[in-house]
């Protein structure tokens, strides 16, 4: 992750700054390495089985491209949005809630943030603190990697 920190370039749209993979295999590489781990983390924390997962069970046959999209164009998963754990005292919401304020302030002194990701359906997949935080700015389009099947 660091390499591609150090090796990918800044981009500015509306006043924020994101580190940009232009490459399309590079993206993927990114996607299927680095994201990928998070996104099985994620389900195997949710008490779900990772090779049952539609969604990474599709990884290696999306094609990977840097795009602008409208943020109202983004659809939320509810069952993410709803996610909670009482046993461990986890809600995404309130959780959401203090990340994004986290996220705001860094913005504000400079910080530079990755694409969003979305599915060919315009699901957000990654990046539910870097979509609420730049809605909650006012900001109306973004960088994303988009992954169509």
Do not use: H
């Amino acid at each position: 992750m660091i390499w591609l920190i150090l090796t990918s370039p800044l981009r500015s749209l509306q006043g924020v700054s994101y580190w940009i993979i232009d490459d399309p295999k590079s993206i993927y590489d990114f996607i299927n390495t680095n994201v990928q781990l998070e996104w099985e983390n994620d389900v195997r924390d949710s008490e779900g089985f990772v090779e049952r997962d539609p969604w990474l069970q599709t990884l290696s046959k999306r094609r990977w491209t840097l795009e602008v999209i409208r943020l109202e164009e983004v659809r939320l998963n509810p069952m993410v949005m709803n996610y909670g754990n009482e046993a461990k005292g986890y809600d995404f919401q309130t959780n959401l809630a203090k990340r994004s304020l986290l996220l705001e302030k860094a913005l504000g002194t400079g910080a530079v943030i990755w694409p969003l990701v979305v599915d060919e359906g315009m699901w957000l997949r990654d990046g539910y603190c870097r979509y609420s935080t730049l809605t909650k700015l006012g900001i109306s389009e973004a960088y994303c990697y988009l992954g169509a099947v």
